[in-house]
């Protein structure tokens, strides 16, 4: 039987495993997709059990996206380019760490109908998943990416892996076409971002990465405001699609019945 891993700390609310087998036995594979809780200090042994082929692939969340890294014995063009993995597999006797995110997000947006070309975008957040979400705005080709977090040097430290990205003072507002909340506030229902939702005027398009909630406080204000809005559900269905693909050669559905699992 093939076994499948997401590992993170925390990892208690992860959804993969549920998405996972749910394709799994769709597709009549023979495995068992888990999630395991993790220290750094375990990380080496876990990944030298996808080389000995004990464990067939394994799904990184926060916050170990980067610290995989020197573990793998190689990386795909875009997890070096945004110096993060949450997808690992073995191919040719070598581990390999590939991103999978940043297929995720730009197949959401594709999904939901908004043409990014050209706009400009507000990112708030510099944690696990804003390189790949700054990656693949660059690909759609947006005309500005204006990025922000409580904690400037993290920012200021993504703009050295894209350097024509403008970094904002935490709690300064901008104007945007797309604001993204790749923060973690929202995650517990009464959290919210402070943001003044007057000041962009309506008719914006308010993304958020959570999907769990299914709508922040961040979603529902900005509605209340006449903007349009978007969780992160098919940002993640799309992610574990992808990494589904790579690993079992086989593109599982994506159908009303998978997006209800969720
Ligand atoms: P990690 O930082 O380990 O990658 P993450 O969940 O991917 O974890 O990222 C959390 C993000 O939410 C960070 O951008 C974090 O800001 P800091 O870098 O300043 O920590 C942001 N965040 C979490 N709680 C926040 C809060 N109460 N106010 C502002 N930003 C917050």
Redesign the pocket.
Known sequence: MKKYLVIGNPIEHSMSPKLHNYWLKENNINAIYDKRKLEVSELKRIISQVKEEKINGINVT??F?KTVIPFLDELSTEAKDTQSVNTIYFQNGITIGHNTDIAGFELAIKYAKYDLANKKIFVL??????PSIIYALRKMKVSKISLS???KE?AESLKNLFKDIEIVD?GERIDFDMIIN????GLKNE?SLNFDYSANGPDKYFYDVIYNPKETLFLKRAKLFGNRTENGKMMFIYQAHQSFTIWNKIMPKINEEVIKLI
Do not use: E, H, L, Y
Request: without cysteine; glycine residues 16%.
């Open positions: 926060v916050p996206k957040g510099a944690g696990g998943v804003s977090n409580r904690t993290k935490w790749a923060t973690s506030i959290d």
